[in-house]
């Protein structure tokens, strides 16, 4: 079970390393967390310590005298300044007003000269609260009549892609549905019905910098420098609270410290912001893991699948309800929802289909996007319910998704891109890999189990995109995107698109930081889309540069501007051949001048069908069961990363292993764990993540390029893929080693040990099979899953 | 809500909460006031402008904070900067020879055993303590070595590639 591990794979030599390599390894890489600004202050974050309950007093008189203490600000003190943000739902407040929704929620932030001064004076700050009926799973949200948001927050400030405000009866932040055919008729007449329930734990992103802002008010203007995955997104909600022009606010994000789709949106920059408009002081806001983990997590989530089979194993219907523990504010989550309703059912054949998706608020750390985005909450069920059906009907797994998997084109959604991608191919890869290293050979007090698991999300990567690429005299690069580099590489890969186009060595090839003052409108940095979308504004701007040299040349020779033409990395111009160099300097008339190019994605042309791409995520992974601890390792994952054409292979081999060893995370180790009103855990001794010694035995890491993809030289997303199946993979290859089916995640050695009891009895009552191969066909007759 | 700064009080002077303490970083002598609550993260990075050595889990869990004193792997966000008096600290910033990266760091970056890079300066600091205590660590060694390290972007294999690299390149 243990033993050496396998070799990891060698770095290819011919090729130089990612143009952050130099900053990053000499610990001279800017980030949010060491930017500072002259007469800085610092704020502490005065923390609720409830669920729910209303503000009666709060008494900061003590916190004010104390050493070093510059002010004290609760909601009382944001005078005509926008009270809430939320670029979906307007329901969160900067600091909370007449209640608070959540333990650990902001109620006041004291500001000193350092942060010792204010984390002490913090202390001080006495809130009296009257309690209210603390709702913290989304059943009991559901069920209760108390009401966590009185309002719906309709107005002028609502609407965000078609999302609706709630309503005003109940505690459900949205609802999103989905669905066609008839699944009631169609699941009456199948062959066989299997369900699957499944509950997707709340997990915390843990990216190791944690939110951080920093703020300069000015009167006119606003500088913020952040953790934002999103800058234009902040600048929006800063703008309107501070009821600026866009232009006066700027959102400078250098590096993140790790980002994952946790730090979309807007997180602590209104606060930085309200402190230093109410101090006169720029402030810095930070927070350690506990801080962290009280301002944003990832949906939790149930999700029940039923579906109706015929005799060959075709899919008749699925009908599958999801219900996500949304926590105290809307954040993102009614965009993941949408999205979950719309992943959870597999990239399959599905003539019938009902899906009910409700997002519902609880008195918990508010939830909002977190990598795979709603896909592996619904794959979960989804993809455990292949399994589970497999061993009913008597097929391999394997086998009963290739004959439902959709062929290359296929419709999943209609209106809708068709499939862009060859999925049946990429499972048959991960199959032949998991089987050519399966465990052989029978180890005492060790169960083994392999499975394999799919996904395809229609990437929520809105085409909205500019880049500018300006060109300098020596014919070297500059280019300018809002895209944020948060660890994934995108300055690396885009300086390579920039290369290629205008036949330049990517050492000329400078890239920026997102900054708003400078740089240009960019949507998001998330769903994967940064080499696809980004990089085709970043082709775009360089056609639209070629074009500008073009005309210049053609000036300079006096010609028409359609008599020149270029290729080849050159200029042609009455039969000479002449570098964009030259072409520049001649224009300008000498060694200085430049030439720029702009470069724009929206919904149209080749963008013009959504979703830009379908993110594919193909999986399989083998895990030992040690019997006498419950304890889980995974002895082999296999991944392959569907990206159309990978620019830069290692680093797509990169996001792979990153993201499925995140999925891994959440399927064995990773919760939230509240008891009571109380996060329980908030640290990261017990809340634990991927460790060193954690990593598979063996990683096998496949890239398949078939230049399907919209984006440039057929490239598609990365970087979300390799999670989304990873839960359902290895609750389904546990529930194979177990011989019960796991009904939650994370399945810690505590939870397997249950299993692993509760397969005992049902084998002392005699409803136990034969044990079958993992993975292989099992009798169809049986309840539990085979084991080995 | 901004109030002038009230008095602080009358009575007898408040006694020193800072001692002088005087150690070797990187080579040279520094020589500061330091708080007694100041941890050496603190000290290093908001203090001595040494922003390399990062702080995330805050409770000695992930590594990110790790420099070496008197040789040795110490924890800098949970280590008071006191106590760093008289000691010999080593951060990643003292690693490269001017232009020269340190054979870890270099390792590091072939391997692109880093995304984010928060906590790739962590890693390299327990790295070159590894590659000190045993200079040709085999991959179970390399992983209970660097198993106090968190790392949430590469998955650690390209980790592990790059310390073996690291061993190639620089063992006797």
Not at chain 2, 71 to 96: F, I, K, M
């Amino acid at each position: 079970m243990t033993g050496q591990p396998e070799a990891a794979p060698v770095p290819d030599p011919a090729r130089p390393p990612r143009r952050d390599a130099w900053d990053k390894v000499t610990g001279r890489a800017r980030y949010a967390s060491d930017a500072a600004m002259a007469n800085m202050a610092h704020a502490a974050v005065v923390r609720a310590d409830r669920a729910h309950a209303c503000i009666v007093a709060i008494n900061a008189d003590e916190a004010r005298r104390a050493p070093g203490v510059i002010g004290v600000i609760t909601a009382d003190d944001l005078g005509d300044l926008g009270r809430r943000f939320g670029h979906i739902v307007c329901d969160h407040p900067i600091l909370a007003e007449d209640k608070v929704r959540y333990y650990g929620e902001p109620v006041a932030a004291v500001v000193a000269e350092t942060p010792h001064e204010a984390a002490d004076a913090a202390e001080r700050v006495w809130v009296d609260y009257e309690d209210l009926e603390a709702l913290t799973t989304a059943a009991d949200a559901l069920a209760s009549e108390t009401l966590i948001h009185e309002e719906s927050y309709a107005g002028p400030e609502r609407g965000f892609l078609g999302v609706k405000p709630k309503a005003d009866t109940d505690n459900a932040a949205h609802r999103a549905e989905l669905g066609w055919g008839d699944v009631d008729a169609a699941l009456a007449a199948a062959e066989a019905v299997v369900e699957t329930s499944a509950a997707f734990p709340l997990v915390y992103g843990y990216a190791m910098e944690t939110y951080n802002a920093l703020a300069d008010w000015q009167p006119g203007g606003l500088h913020v420098v952040s953790t934002a995955q999103h800058p234009l997104m902040v600048r929006k909600e800063l703008a309107r609270i501070f009821s600026l022009p866009l232009a006066a606010v700027r959102v400078e994000v250098p590096y993140i410290g790790g980002g994952y789709g946790s730090k979309s949106y807007t997180k602590l920059e209104p606060l930085a912001a309200a402190a230093s408009w109410a101090t006169g002081r720029p402030v810095r806001v930070d927070t350690d893991v506990e801080g962290a983990m009280h301002t944003t997590r990832a949906d939790g989530a149930h999700v029940t699948v039923r579906t109706g089979f015929d005799s060959e194993g075709r899919i008749t219907a699925r009908a599958i309800d999801i219900v996500f523990d949304t926590g105290a504010y809307a954040d993102n989550s009614p965009l993941v929802l949408t999205k979950s309703v719309n992943r959870c059912f597999g990239p399959y054949r599905v003539p019938n289909l009902r899906v009910r998706g409700t997002a519902v608020y609880t008195n918990t750390t508010p939830a909002s996007s977190y990598r795979g985005f709603g896909a592996p909450q619904g794959a979960l069920a989804g993809e455990m319910n292949m399994d589970m059906a497999a061993d009913r009907l008597g097929i391999d797994p394997t086998e009963l998704r290739r004959r439902n998997l959709l062929e290359p084109g296929g419709t999943v959604i209609s209106g809708k891109r068709g499939l862009d991608a060859d999925l049946t191919a990429d499972l048959d890869a991960v199959a032949a890999e998991l089987d050519r290293h399966a465990g052989r050979g029978h180890e005492p007090g060790v169960r083994r189990g392999r499975a394999v698991a799919v996904t395809a999300s229609d990437a929520g990567a809105s085409p909205i995109s500019t880049a500018q690429v300006r060109m300098h005299a020596d014919g070297s690069v500059t280019l300018l995107t809002s895209s944020t580099e948060m660890g994934q590489g995108s300055r690396t890969a885009l300086a390579q698109i920039v290369a290629r186009q205008m036949g330049v060595a990517a050492a000329a090839v400078a890239v920026g930081q997102s900054d708003t003052l400078y740089t240009p409108f960019e949507w998001t940095t998330g769903a994967s889309r940064t080499t696809t979308v980004v990089g085709l504004a970043v082709k775009a701007a360089c056609e639209d540069l070629w074009r500008k040299l073009r005309a210049m040349a053609a000036e300079s020779a006096g010609i028409d501007p359609d008599e020149a033409t270029s290729g080849g990395g050159s200029i042609q111009v009455a039969g000479a051949d002449l570098a964009p160099a030259a072409v520049i300097r001649e224009w300008f008339g000498a060694d200085a001048g430049e030439a720029v190019g702009i470069g724009v994605v929206r919904g149209h042309g080749e963008t013009a069908l959504l979703p830009p791409f379908w993110e594919i995520g193909a999986v399989g992974v083998e895990v030992a069961v040690d019997e006498t601890t419950g304890e889980v390792t995974v002895e082999h994952l296999v991944t392959v990363g569907d990206v159309g054409h990978a620019i830069e292979p290692d680093l797509v081999k990169g996001q792979d292993l990153g993201a499925a060893t995140q999925g891994l995370g959440i399927a064995l180790w990773e919760e939230m764990v509240y008891e009571g009103e109380q996060l329980t855990n908030p640290n990261l001794i017990e809340y634990r993540v991927p460790r060193f010694t954690d990593m598979p035995r063996r990683i096998t890491s496949v890239l398949a390029e078939r230049g399907d993809g919209a984006g440039p030289y057929g490239a598609k997303g990365a970087g979300e893929g390799a999670l989304n199946p990873v839960p359902a993979a290895v609750a389904a290859a546990v529930g194979r080693a177990v011989g019960v089916w796991p009904t939650e995640l994370p399945l810690t050695p505590a939870r397997v040990w249950a299993l692993l009891r509760s397969a005992a009895e049902t084998e002392a009552a005699g409803l136990a099979k034969p044990p079958t191969a993992a993975g292989g066909a099992a009798p169809s007759t049986v309840r539990g899953p085979a084991a080995e | 809500m901004t109030e002038p700064r009230p008095p602080e009080g009358e009575g007898p002077a408040p006694a020193a909460t800072s001692v002088v303490i005087a150690f070797r970083l990187n080579g040279r002598r520094v020589e500061t006031l330091a708080p007694v609550r100041l941890t050496a993260a603190e000290l290093l990075r908001d203090q001595l402008g040494l922003t390399g050595t990062k702080v995330s889990c805050g409770i000695q869990v992930c590594g990110a904070c790790t420099v070496l004193v008197d040789g040795a792997p110490a924890s800098s966000c949970c280590l008071l900067a006191v106590d760093l008096d008289g000691t010999e600290v080593v951060t990643v910033e003292g690693l490269a020879q001017g232009r020269e990266l340190h054979p870890v760091q270099e390792a590091f970056a072939a391997a692109n055993a880093l995304q984010c890079g928060y906590c790739t300066p962590g890693f390299v600091m327990m790295t070159v303590a590894l590659l000190a205590a045993d200079p040709r660590p085999d991959r179970a060694a390399v992983r209970e070595w660097l198993d106090g390290n968190l790392c949430r972007c590469t998955g650690y294999a390209p980790i592990e590639t790059a310390v073996i690299l690291a061993a190639e390149r620089t063992a006797p």
